[in-house]
């Protein structure tokens, strides 16, 4: 079953109560599609948004949420992808290595981000 990679602005969305993000994460709730977060995403919104534990907390504990950690491996791609890209977003480049590798589009409401890494990423738009 194909899943989505979620970035920040997409976990920003939920907190925010979009419909859209609702949407998606609904939808994937009752198709039990794995939605894969990266931690650094939760930290990112949670940094801006200190209020969205509890929403955060909700999302990390349904079955179809995987949280995935930087490995040292996954480090040394993201970083090459970086250099290629010719810009530092730790973040946009993990999303961006993680959906390559499981072969899932990326889950944002903020493309650009991604694109600057990978023009060619698929992107599903919140």
């Known amino acids: 079953m194909i ?9 920003a969305a939920w907190v925010r109560g979009s419909i859209a993000a609702n949407a998606w994460l609904g939808t994937a ?16 919104v949670r940094a801006v948004r200190p209020y969205a534990g509890p929403n955060l ?8 949420v995987l949280v995935g950690e930087l ?5 040394a ?8 890209a010719g810009v530092f ?3 946009a480049g993990q ?3 993680v959906a390559a590798a499981r072969g899932w589009p990326a889950l944002t409401a903020d493309p650009g981000r ?3 890494i990978d023009p060619n990423i698929v992107i599903d738009l919140i």
């Open 114 to 116: 991604l694109q600057r």
């Open 71 to 75: 490995s040292a491996a996954d480090a």
């Open 95 to 97: 999303v961006v290595h």
């Open 57 to 64: 907390a909700e999302l990390l504990g349904h079955p179809s």
């Open 29 to 44: 709730y009752a198709l039990t599609s794995p939605l894969y977060i990266l931690s650094l995403a939760f930290t990112e």
């Open 77 to 84: 791609a993201v970083d090459l992808l970086l250099e290629a």
């Open 3 to 11: 899943g989505k990679v979620l970035d920040a602005s997409a976990l």
């Open 89 to 91: 977003d730790a973040l």
